[in-house]
């Protein structure tokens, strides 16, 4: 069992910066490949970013790239998701999740993870 806990959300004016960051209890933390979701009201959950248990292979959504970094440190069991050159349209619920992956391998973009957090809430003013 593996639990997952999300914070550094926040209210943030266009054009500025969060970092978010996830910590999980439980099992070894490097056999999980990590991502990032999220979900505004009326939408359905978008995937964001995802990093492979080595922490070495990363993937991105198109509207993200460039913009969101997603690393972890499988020593502190925590994955961040910097995001930087925030939009009004990144405002949603940000969830971070894991699943048992080959270690190099980036989790899905699918939401077929095992293990969820609660979320925490990004807006970005505009």
């Known amino acids: 069992q593996v639990q997952l806990v999300e914070s550094g959300g926040g209210l943030v004016q266009a054009g500025g910066s969060l970092r978010l960051s996830c910590a999980a209890s439980?099992?070894?933390?490097?056999?999980?490949?990590m991502g990032w979701f999220r979900q505004s009201p009326g939408k359905e959950r978008e995937f964001v970013a995802s990093?492979?248990?080595?922490?070495?292979?990363?993937d991105y959504s198109d509207s993200v790239k460039g913009r969101f970094t997603i690393s972890r440190d499988n020593a502190k069991n925590t994955v961040w998701l910097q995001m930087n050159v925030l939009k009004s349209e990144d405002t949603a619920v940000y969830y971070c999740?894991?699943?048992?992956?080959?270690?190099?391998?980036?989790?899905?973009?699918?939401?077929?993870?095992?293990?969820w957090g609660q979320g925490t809430q990004v807006t970005v003013s505009s």
């Open positions: 439980g099992r070894t933390f490097s056999n999980y490949a």
């Open positions: 999740a894991a699943r048992v992956q080959g270690f190099y391998r980036v989790g899905p973009k699918n939401g077929a993870y095992d293990y």
């Open positions: 990093i492979s248990g080595s922490g070495g292979n990363t």
